[in-house]
């Protein structure tokens, strides 16, 4: 699929303006406090009053943050941080025995999670931190069964990883890298058809058809493997792209500063993707 969080219709919104609300006096009236002169004694008049009605008023509007690109890449950093310990309590905690069924279960989660955040079109902090410990926890998984089979290669993945996105965003902020609409539909297209491949291909495997698209540590790796393989890395890095460009037009539409935290939830989710493989493809080459 396309990233199901930031190419939501209608993701961002621009940023209102806030009005402070005025002070009520003890009558109910937000401005002034109805006031009553004393009765003068041996004159008999009538006690003067204030209006007990005015015009209300209202404080000048307070600007409202808006969300800027460095500040969604910090929000972005904090959300892998909070996964990479996650993937780090799972690696050196998790028991080899059930490696497996916990990398099924946190990767039925994080395939949730971001559906629900994209319908919702909301994510805040405690939202990225959920998705941190499910991802999290297949990434623990996935990474440790890996690493049984070839020692070093998830500091390899991950520095691959780092420096994809790196460049990535370099060319886009400074190179001037950009899809174009055509592109990015193709790049969409091209999501959609590779999750559905990937999708026959796991039903395969359980009916007990192995079709070679994605083996496994120690299996061997065919044309077609490596074919998907680099289709996948090219897709995430393209993916990557496109998901600046989101973002880039949420800060052009003067999205509050606190929609960061779901667009740093959507980079996130392509971040891990990339990773993913990575360390695939690197699987391959080290066999």
């Given at each position: ?11 961002f ?5 806030q009005?402070?609300?005025?002070a ?10 109805a ?9 008999g008049q009538t006690?003067w ?29 904090i ?17 080899d ?5 916990a ?5 039925l ?5 971001p559906?629900?955040?994209a319908r919702?079109r909301?994510a ?6 959920i ?6 926890l ?5 990474s ?15 520095l ?36 559905a ?15 070679g698209?994605?083996?496994g ?12 393989a ?11 792209v ?12 003067g ?6 935290w779901?667009?740093?939830?959507g980079l ?20």
């Amino acid at each position: 699929m396309t990233n199901p969080v930031l190419s939501a219709k209608g993701l961002f919104t621009p940023a209102q303006p806030q009005y402070i609300a005025p002070a009520q006096g003890l009558d109910g009236n937000p401005v002034y406090q109805a006031y009553s002169a004393p009765a003068q004694p041996g004159y008999g008049q009538t006690p003067w009053a204030a209006p007990a009605q005015q015009t209300p008023w209202a404080a000048p509007a307070q600007p409202v943050e808006k969300m800027t690109l460095e500040d969604v890449i910090a929000k972005t950093a904090i959300s892998l941080g909070a996964l990479f310990l996650v993937a780090a309590f799972a690696y050196f905690f998790i028991p080899d025995a059930i490696l497996y069924p916990a990398g099924i279960i946190g990767g039925l989660a994080a395939f949730i999670t971001p559906l629900i955040v994209a319908r919702r079109r909301t994510a805040g902090p405690a939202v990225n931190v959920i998705y941190a410990v499910t991802e999290g926890l297949l990434v623990g998984a996935f990474s440790k069964i890996f690493e049984m089979y070839y020692p070093g290669i998830v500091v390899q993945a991950v520095l691959a990883t780092l420096v994809a996105a790196g460049v990535v965003l370099v060319a886009y902020r400074f190179g001037g890298f950009r899809l174009s609409s055509r592109g990015a539909k193709m790049v969409r297209t091209g999501l959609i058809a590779f999750a559905a491949v990937a999708l026959v291909n796991f039903v395969l495997v359980l009916c007990g058809v192995n079709l070679g698209l994605f083996p496994g540590p120690g299996q061997p790796v065919s044309w077609l493997a490596w074919l998907f393989a680099l289709v996948g890395v090219g897709l995430a890095v393209f993916s990557l792209v496109d998901d600046f460009q989101y973002v880039e037009a949420g800060v052009r539409l003067g999205a509050p500063r606190k929609q960061g935290w779901i667009a740093a939830f959507g980079l996130s989710v392509t971040m891990v993707w990339l990773y993913i493989n990575l360390l695939r493809i690197i699987s391959y080459i080290r066999r």
